[in-house]
């Protein structure tokens, strides 16, 4: 729970007056959640937000004056913030009204002429344009300062991990790395650009067909690339290459990890062409080209998101794996937790166990969020000692889990009840599932962002006052991050969204969450693909969702008279298909209990 930060708070802001380091004070230091790839998961050294404030969540950025500190988080971190935050902590709900901005708050506590720092490593470009204009409005100075001090706090910071990188079968991949980079090196070409920069750490394990294990749930590698017409570059510890990762990658420059610096000072000093570094690197990377850059969004991302049809073929093979394993799981959890004696924490383990038994696992693709109850209804929440909950069949349980198998990525949410439901969690429970089909039904035209898609999975909810704090789908990488941008299904625009397109991959996550009641959320992964329509207005071309998770949605926390005809159509084929498909691989693994237990999930309804 809450840790006491006064001892480490002391230490940044001793730093913050100390002249040796810069001769003007620190008035306030930003500490994001990022590190210098500007990653959402983050290895255990790089988690200086964490460990300054004590929140764990993935989101959230901590600003540190002279006398007070304040961390920013959304809603889906709200009560786990309240939880682990302490008493020198102010919590700033982002999202909702009457919540300050971060620039907006700063300019109300740092005096006029007043500077604040952040690690340049740790910032983005896209974060930091907008907030020096918006600071400099109020005559505040926004300003880039190594060493880092949450650094310089941590007297047992841990070692930078040092793990093998692996190739990643063609047969999942789908295209070679030369491949790849002769596609990169069209798009260069197509926006007059010499130089490509490269430093988010699923765009280089995409683009080399390589997969790591520096950070946890995430299978990538701490790595730096610069591609050209002539070369590329690949900048990592040399420790991580085996001899045959060596030879696999004949053609590619290795150079030491740290080197990427002295090798971009160069480029700017010998380039004279266009270099493109996007806004979402690092404002030490970007900073390097006062001129001449191009910010956009990498050309990896956007080909990394449209899956190709081997990536796609691998991804549906892993999810019918993570099925069996589900309906492993859901059939142990009826049979043990009317005993008592099933937890939270040990429920966790138990899925674990399934999922390590299926072909190619490799690890989970984040940790499992399995939560009774209230606990149910902290929206990312982690069981953990101190709040580890027993399953009872008077709860409602929320089990968001996923796995990373050598042929794909998997997230599925699915909420349980083992006894009988009230009237109440029903409805909600119907609501949300309205929405989830909503979305799943939805026919839209090419050029679609899922921005304006979002309000399709809450307007069940809306229509009885009810509301959900968090977005309503992410990209989902092939073997890579379980988070992966540019597309996203979300209720607000973001600068560097991409329209939705076939082949990418996304998922459908609506909820609905009481604070210390329950929390319910059904979420799938689907697969955006073209849709035959009986007119083709102006030629745009149309597209569908198909759903990849293939899991049993509880019929018994529906009320059937809440769907139209329609919903309970797609639920009836839906569940057909799961049980055919699924139903298939059970038998071949010889898995009948769970079998059996699907047949029975999976009966249609209405």
Known sequence: MAKNTTALLSHVRKLMRNGEIMKDTIHAYIVPSADAHQSEYLAACDERRAFISN????????????????????????????????????????????????????????PPNGKVAVDPETYSQASWKPMKKKLKESDIELIALRPNFVDRAWAERPERPVNPVFVVPIEYAGKTWREKVALVRHEMNECDVEVLVLSALDEIAWLFNLRGADISF????????????????????????????????????????????????????????????????????????????????????????????????????????????????????????????????????????????????????????????PNGAVIHYHPSPETDRVLSIEEMYLCDSGAQYMDGTTDVTRTMHFGTPTQYEKDCFT?????????????????????????????????????????TGHGVGAFLNVHEGPCRIAPRFHPTEAALEAGMIVTDEPGYYEDGKFGIRIENVVLVKNCETRNNYKQLGFLSFEPLTLAPIQTKLIEPNLLTKEEITWLNNYHQTTREIVGKELSQQNKLKALRWLERETQPIG
């Open 431 to 471: 609501r949300v599932l309205k929405g989830h089909i909503n979305l799943s039904r939805a026919v839209f035209p090419n050029g679609t962002n899922g921005s304006r898609m979002d309000c399709l999975a809450r307007m069940a909810l809306w229509e009885a006052g009810l509301e959900y704090l968090h977005g």
């Open 55 to 110: 929140f764990t969540g993935s989101s959230g950025t901590a600003v540190i004056t002279s006398s007070k500190a304040a961390l920013w988080t959304d809603g889906r971190y709200f009560l786990q913030a309240q939880q682990q935050l302490d008493e020198n902590w102010i919590l700033m709900k982002d999202g909702l009204k009457g919540t300050p901005s971060i620039d907006e708050w700063l300019s109300k506590e740092v």
């Open 218 to 373: 995430n299978p990538v590698f701490f790595s730096y690339s610069i591609v050209t017409p002539q070369r590329v570059l690949l900048f990592i510890d040399t420790q991580k290459v085996t001899p045959k990762v060596r030879q696999y990658l004949d053609g590619v420059v290795l150079l030491p990890y740290e080197n990427v610096y002295d090798e971009l000072t160069k480029v700017a000093e010998t380039t004279t062409e266009r270099i493109w570094i996007s806004d979402s690197s690092s404002v030490a990377l970007s900073s390097m080209f006062k001129t001449r850059r191009v910010g956009a969004v990498s050309p990896v991302a956007k080909l990394k998101a449209v899956k190709n049809e081997a990536e796609i073929a691998a991804m549906r093979n892993a999810h019918i794996k993570d099925a069996v394993t589900l309906c492993e799981y859901f059939v142990w959890l009826e049979e043990e937790v009317p005993k008592g004696r099933v937890t939270e924490v040990s429920a966790a383990e138990k899925l674990l166990e399934f999922k390590k038994e299926q072909k190619e696992f490799v690890s989970l693709s984040f940790p499992t969020i399995s939560g009774a109850g």
